[in-house]
């Protein structure tokens, strides 16, 4: 017995002992390391997403891992800093007309695609012709279909011509979706895994890993301080967290919110939070439904405890939203008309009445078993629903399940969760009006509503345009196109060694990835 | 069937484990049945401001929920939920799967073809796979979980039936009743269906126990019983949230689906050895 533990001991001793020679030597971890002045620099990232890619389409992706990949992989004439403000990418200026409708973009000299082809002015135009047609669907389709034409004088400019003024197109081509794609890209498909950003894909494994190289013909490689960026999929939140706290990860993504308290009191690691996308029930009003009624709606959307939401279904870690999602700093915030569905039963109960369902309705609320917080979000309201009257009845599918009936309109009231995809309040176009979809009232149409949009967008900036969005979102109030509930916050944890990366605020908090360019990673 | 012999086969088969078990059973069943007069909250009640307490709480037992929901409460009506789907499930299993082996057995030839290769086919699938695939289409709830896995289950009581009417259907009372003139239908019902009941009432209850199993893995899923109705599948599935901070609220049912389950099949041996000793020697817990 003697014997056998002062051999462990000595075998031990004899494992440990070089290991701790080496890495006292080194001064650095597993991996590759290169002295850039400042300290000893890690040229490996590491990150633990939460959902696999099985195809990139940089112009439909959304949601946090797609965007994450799109962010590295692909770029486009713009992007966006850490503060959300919109900068140069590929483009290295631009001019804009008096009227917002003619955009030039000066391309910097020398772009390549990362199969060695050369980027122009011609690729823009093919890219941006590509998004404005219908059969691309594209996420940023009812922007780009404004359109007129795209113009190349030479090779380092494009003239882009709109059909109406639009003072935010600048930050619709700084989303990810407007990366500019090689040729191959522009089929049906949409799917591109190469394109002109920072990484290039070197190795996938389906459901479970991609690994990424640094991009030497990328612009800006000189500010790439990552040779390697393997990115693994972890889907359940606590294994994502777990990767992180054992020194497996370097970076994660959608932080559970139940566990933000325990990265928190971790001093190795950061809690990135920033309140992003944003938690709403939509309606189906075809014909003949209650819902159709614009007082139900209305009713609904003061009968919510927002409160009960952002405690049950996101542990706290929320803000309520009680009128359109306009976030407190925007200039376009207003504070009566951003808390104008604030609860008030008594009024939603006459409402009932004066609709007519006195003694309520049935329906079907619709939801998703596949994240908790759908669920949880649908279960939280249930009760209050029920109190006006609307007995609900739970679906909840999984989740492709549930986009394909909120898409074709199987239910009453669907719980949903969706960003805008920038930050200008022009985004709520996509929630009110176009063909039926999977994010919005299925039958909803408000051409009064549509037009104000409309005005939004050629409004001059500063108070004309102030007073535009203003009655869009009295609009809103008034006529319910969908209940907001809460702005859940969006949140990355990283390593204390990892500095620059930062969680870009509000709807952008999926193009995160874009600061990874400039971010270093200390031995 | 009380008979004394009977009876003191039932007085061995006995063990203070297998007493538990009754006892666990019994308790169980009691529970479910009072459950709407015991003064518990209602299992649906939400009260967020006291969300997440701990177990031995003031008015809750065992805490509650992220939705302030009693715990306890939801445990016991939960019971209910699992106790009415098992049931029904194994009554769906034993009626179809004795029928099958019944007339499989007894006729032979075309009818043992059709009804013994149709329960070779829903063997052929995995049982989680099978109920996954139907739920998935069919969509969740009570009465859908019933059917399947009533189907699911119903094979094994189909060859249990199937050897045991193989084994007697040369026997002389059978061969008696035909020279009496019996039709086959009455032979099946009153000669050969009583003499092989006992392997099947002693299958029941472990079918239950698979059951409750099966309920709970496909709630645990999001497939399975539609919410807010308390599912001990459920409550692990929502409790796995807060696993770190309030390990209960997955322990708790956990521990409920495994100690049903346990006793369930300790019924099931205690009345395999008193009503099927020929199966019965062998193992003795």
């Known amino acids: 017995m003697g014997y056998r533990s002062g051999l462990k001991k000595w075998l031990v001793a004899a494992v440990i002992a070089p290991v701790m020679i080496l890495s006292g030597c080194s001064g650095s971890g597993d991996s590759g390391s290169l002295d850039a002045g400042s300290g000893e620099l890690n040229t490996t990232l590491r990150i633990a997403l939460s959902a696999d890619v099985a195809d990139l389409k940089p112009s439909r992706d959304q949601g946090a891992a797609a965007m994450m990949l799109d962010t590295l992989i692909h770029r486009g004439l713009l992007g966006y800093d850490g503060n959300g403000d919109v900068v140069p990418a590929l483009a290295e200026s631009y001019d804009v007309n008096e009227t917002n409708t003619e955009f030039t973009f000066h391309l910097r000299e020398g772009l390549k695609f990362q199969d060695g082809s050369d980027l122009t002015s011609e690729n823009v135009k093919k890219t941006l012709e590509f998004l404005a047609s219908s059969d691309s669907g594209a996420k940023i389709f009812a922007t780009m279909s404004d359109l007129d034409s795209v113009e190349t004088p030479d090779a380092q400019t494009a003239v882009v011509k709109l059909k109406n003024p639009n003072v935010a197109f600048p930050a619709y081509l700084a989303d990810t979706t407007a990366a500019i794609l090689p040729e191959e890209a522009f089929s049906a498909e949409g799917t591109a895994w190469s394109g002109a950003g920072p990484f290039i894909l070197e190795e996938t494994n389906p459901g479970v890993s991609f690994t990424l190289k640094k991009n030497p013909d990328f612009y800006d490689a000189a500010n790439v301080n990552f040779e390697d960026i393997t990115i693994t999929i972890y889907a359940d939140g606590q294994a994502r967290l777990n990767a992180l706290l054992a020194g497996d990860a370097d970076l994660m993504d959608f932080v559970p919110w139940e566990s933000f308290s325990q990265v928190e009191s971790n001093s190795d690691l950061v809690l990135d939070g920033q309140s992003g996308p944003w938690m709403y029930l939509h309606f189906n009003v075809s014909n003949g439904s209650p819902l159709a009624n614009e007082k139900v709606r209305q009713a609904i959307a003061l009968a919510v405890n927002r409160e009960n939401v952002a405690t049950s279904a996101f542990s706290g870690q929320a803000t309520v939203t009680a009128g359109a999602p306009i976030a407190e700093g925007s200039e376009f915030y207003n504070a009566e008309l951003a808390n104008g569905w604030s609860q008030n039963v008594e009024k939603a109960k006459q409402l009932m009445a004066e609709a007519g369902y006195a003694d309520g309705f049935d329906a079907v609320l619709l939801s998703s078993s596949q994240y908790a917080f759908h669920q949880d979000t649908a279960l939280s309201v249930q009760p209050d629903l029920e109190a006006i009257g609307i007995r609900t009845t739970l679906d909840s599918p999984d989740w492709a399940t549930r986009q394909q009936k909120a898409a074709e309109g199987q239910y009453d009231i669907a719980v949903a969760g969706s960003a805008g995809v920038v930050n200008d309040p022009s985004f709520l176009v996509n929630f009110v009006t176009g063909p039926a979809a999977n994010n919005r009232s299925y039958g909803f149409d408000d051409p009064e509503l549509n037009q104000l949009l409309a005005a939004g967008l050629t409004a001059a900036p500063g108070a004309d345009r102030v007073a535009a969005y203003d009655a869009v979102q009295a609009r809103i109030i008034e006529t319910v196109p969908f209940a907001s509930l809460v702005a859940r916050t969006q949140a990355f944890a990283y390593t204390n060694k990892l500095t620059g990366f930062s969680n870009i605020p509000g709807f952008l908090t999926f193009e995160s990835g874009y600061t990874l360019v400039g971010a270093k990673l200390a031995a | ?285």
């Open chain 2, 1 to 285: 069937m009380f008979s004394a012999r009977s009876l003191r086969r039932l007085r061995k088969s006995l063990n203070p484990v297998r007493i538990a078990g009754i006892i666990v059973v019994v308790a169980i069943i009691v529970l479910t049945l009072l459950a709407p007069f015991l003064g518990l909250p209602d299992p649906l009640a939400q009260d967020i401001s006291n969300q997440l307490l701990p177990i031995g709480s003031e008015g809750h037992l065992l805490g509650t929920d992220r939705f302030g929901r009693d715990v306890l409460s939801r445990l016991i009506f939960g019971a209910r939920v699992e106790l009415v789907i098992a049931m029904g499930a194994t009554a769906v299993a034993l009626v179809l799967g004795t029928f099958l082996g019944l007339v499989g057995g007894y006729f032979g030839g075309i009818v043992e073809t059709l009804s013994m290769r149709s329960v070779d086919v829903i063997l052929a699938f995995p049982p989680i796979v099978l109920a996954l695939l139907v739920v998935t289409i069919y969509g969740t709830g009570a009465s859908t979980l019933i059917v399947v896995m009533g189907v699911l289950f119903a094979p094994r009581f189909a060859r249990l039936t199937y050897g045991q009417v193989v084994s007697i259907r040369g026997m002389e009372y059978v061969e008696a009743a035909r020279v009496f003139g019996s039709g086959p239908l009455r032979i099946v019902g009153t000669v050969v269906l009583p003499n092989v009941s006992a392997p099947l009432i002693v299958q029941a209850p472990l079918t239950l126990a698979t059951s409750i199993l099966l309920e709970s893995g496909l709630s645990y899923l999001g497939l399975g019983v539609t919410p807010p109705t308390p599912s001990w599948g459920l409550m692990v599935a929502d409790g796995q949230r807060d696993i770190v901070a309030h390990p209960s609220l997955v322990a708790v049912p956990s521990l409920a689906i495994v100690v049903t389950i346990l006793a369930f099949g300790l019924v099931g041996d205690v009345m395999r050895d008193w009503l099927d000793p020929r199966r019965g020697m062998a193992s003795q817990l």
